[in-house]
């Protein structure tokens, strides 16, 4: 056999070799390669800092084949050249990261406590016993602020408010919080209870809220009452404030105080006895006793309290009186004898003292004779 048959035989091979790899590169390789596929749900992911996140994902690959492994990497810029840097291998993603796939068709991720440095492109890729497939396409995550509005702000007791989540980009179904409860509608009729600070946060990452925008209420003075420093029955003479209160927004800057006047079964009058938020009375008297009323009154209206009743007794002034007159009486009828006893006394006491100083001679010239032996006698010592 001649060198040159040789020859020509090993190139007829290599030809022979050559066409089958062609064939092979032509006609099979495109049809094995298409099966190997990686795509992403949602290419553009919008989140809030600090909730969670998940990139939904799906591969594809020949039915013969095995999955060896999967992996995420993240997208960077390293000395000029765009890199893809395993999450594995990065220390901030550590505990934070959670391959929520599987090694079948699923290839899903989820990334909590989201911070600002995972804003990016997030890339995926996975290993048969044949072929290590990467895809071409990426995940981009970008982060949007809360912002929660009330409206209208402030608003009047009555009206229609509407609470609004705003975010720059498309999130799911918003919740609310007033004060830290939740709240049922983000629409409602406004009433005095419902003033308070709310805050929005993404249903499903409710420990991440916005942050809280103040609603509100306002209304003409509500629940006017009347309190007595004093309760019950007042004696004359002493003292008693009367002080109005109200649940008002803006609180409540003119006070009215007003007596009913009339019987209750004829039509009464309201008389202005006062203003200002305490009625103040440092002695009472029994014409002071009757109805009484505070008018409260803000720029958005006013409303009047329930009517109190002021009660003076005037029983414990007459009974001193009584008593007073009753002792003077008593000291009178006790002292009276006295005074007549010690007057009689008196008077007889003057007239013994004359008696005992009058002149001890008389005009004999001018006196019978038994006269002037009797005075004669007189005069002699006993």
């Known amino acids: 056999m001649s060198n040159e048959y040789v020859l020509c035989h090993h190139v007829r091979l290599i030809l022979i070799m050559m066409e089958s790899w062609i064939w092979i590169i032509l006609v099979v390789m495109p049809g094995t390669l298409s099966a190997y596929s990686v795509t992403f749900e949602t290419p553009n992911v919008c989140a809030v800092r600090g909730s969670s996140v998940e ?42 990261t959670q391959y929520i796939g599987d090694q079948l068709h699923d290839c899903s991720l989820a990334i909590h406590d989201l911070q600002d440095n995972d804003t990016g492109y997030y890339y995926f890729r996975f290993d048969t016993e044949r072929y290590g497939w990467r895809s071409k396409k990426s995940v981009y995550l970008y982060f949007t602020d809360l912002k929660a509005r009330v409206n209208p702000n402030p608003v009047r007791r009555g009206d229609n408010v509407i609470l609004e989540c705003g975010t720059s980009c498309q999130l799911s179904t918003a919740v609310w919080f007033k004060d830290g409860h939740p709240v049922a509608k983000p629409e409602f009729q406004a009433q005095t209870e419902d003033a308070g600070k709310y805050s929005c946060a993404v249903k499903g990452q409710e420990s991440v809220q916005s942050d809280p925008v103040a609603l509100d209420v306002q209304s003409p003075p509500l629940n006017v009452s009347v309190e007595l420093s004093q309760s019950g029955q007042l004696s004359e003479g002493s003292s008693v404030n009367l002080t109005c209160s109200s649940v008002a927004n803006p609180a409540a800057d003119n006070y009215t105080w007003y007596k009913s006047t009339g019987s209750p079964s004829s039509s009464s009058q309201l008389l202005q006895v006062g203003s200002g938020q305490v009625l103040s009375i440092p002695s009472v008297e029994a014409s002071h006793t009757g109805l009484y009323l505070c008018q409260a009154r803000n720029r958005l209206g006013e409303n009047n309290s329930t009517k109190v009743l002021l009660t003076v007794d005037s029983s414990d002034i007459q009974r001193v009186i009584l008593l007073v007159g009753i002792g003077v009486k008593v000291v009178i009828i006790l002292l009276l004898p006295l005074v007549i006893v010690w007057i009689w006394r008196r008077c007889l006491k003057s007239a013994v003292d004359e008696e005992e100083h009058s002149h001890d001679y008389e005009n004999i010239s001018t006196q019978p004779a038994g006269q002037k032996n009797r005075v004669t006698q007189r005069e002699m010592p006993a």
Do not use: H, M, P, Q
Not at 64 to 72: H, I, N, P, Q, Y
């Open 55 to 96: 990139f939904r994902c799906s591969y594809n690959y020949t039915a013969a084949e095995t999955v060896l492994k999967t992996e995420w990497s993240k997208g960077e810029l390293k000395d000029g050249k765009w890199t893809r840097i395993e999450l594995s291998k990065l220390i901030l993603y550590e505990n934070r």
